[in-house]
Antibody, heavy 118, light 107 residues
Framework: QVQLVQSGAEVKKPGASVKVSCKAS????????MHWVRQAPGQGLEWMGR????????NYAQKFQGRVTMTRDTSISTAYMELSRLRSDDTAVYYC???????????WGQGTLVTVSS | DIQLTQSPSFLSASVGDRVTITCRAS??????LAWYQQKPGKAPKLLIY???TLQSGVPSRFSGSGSGTEFTLTISSLQPEDFATYYC?????????FGQGTRLEIK
């Protein structure tokens, strides 16, 4: 069965960087795009970008351009999302989500809480 | 960026009711629209994609319709497990924006 298992919660200071991992299993990792979506406390969903695990090609939301980097390691079927120059309003749960052939996010990780606080 | 506006933002209904949530796009997105359900503390769950295609395993009381700029999600007979927050998402162009959400609560 398809599973996406994310790394654990993080606490970071403003200005620092965080790197969240997402380990995939149960399907061919390189066959499906991986999206990243975040959700601030009590707020809605915000799409951050996606990566093609086969080529490494990425598409980022303009809002995060220059601060976000999505990468992957195909040898261990793991995708990564790194966000730099963290601010307090980056406090959120970060989700990875596999994209189906219809491009929708059909399987989601459990989420990783990133707290940015001085 | 394409903006999605959901209405209502909050909905109170009873078990057995039929409810409809609307999602309006700021420009045409053909049928590139998905609906998700999210319960507190959980990841979103895909319900419908391509505006009207039911995701495998999703009960048939959920249905979607629309194209262009106006879309609806209908739950034909509310069950206790349906009380949650619902989001639409457009996949026509980047960024793949979400609506602000509709919180469905028990009356």
């Amino acid at each position: 069965q398809v599973q996406l298992v994310q790394s654990g919660a993080e606490v970071k200071k403003p200005g620092a960087s965080v790197k969240v991992s997402c380990k995939a299993s149960g399907y061919t990792f390189t066959g499906y795009y991986m999206h990243w979506v975040r959700q601030a406390p009590g707020q809605g969903l915000e799409w951050m970008g996606r990566i093609n695990p086969n080529s490494g090609g990425t598409n980022y939301a303009q809002k995060f351009q220059g601060r976000v980097t999505m990468t992957r390691d195909t040898s261990i079927s793991t995708a990564y999302m790194e966000l730099s120059r963290l601010r307090s309003d980056d406090t959120a749960v970060y989700y990875c989500a596999r994209a189906s052939t219809a491009m929708v996010q059909d399987y989601w990780g459990q989420g990783t809480l990133v707290t940015v606080s001085s | 960026d394409i903006q999605l506006t959901q209405s209502p933002s909050f909905l109170s209904a009873s078990v057995g009711d039929r409810v409809t949530i609307t999602c309006r796009a700021s420009q045409g997105i053909s049928s590139y629209l998905a609906w998700y359900q999210q319960k507190p503390g959980k990841a979103p769950k895909l319900l419908i994609y391509a505006a009207s295609t039911l995701q495998s395993g999703v009960p048939s009381r959920f249905s979607g319709s629309g194209s262009g700029t106006e879309f609806t999600l209908t739950i034909s007979s509310l069950q206790p497990e349906d009380f949650a927050t619902y989001y639409c998402q457009q996949l026509n162009s980047y960024p793949c924006t979400f609506g602000q959400g509709t919180r469905l609560e028990i009356k």
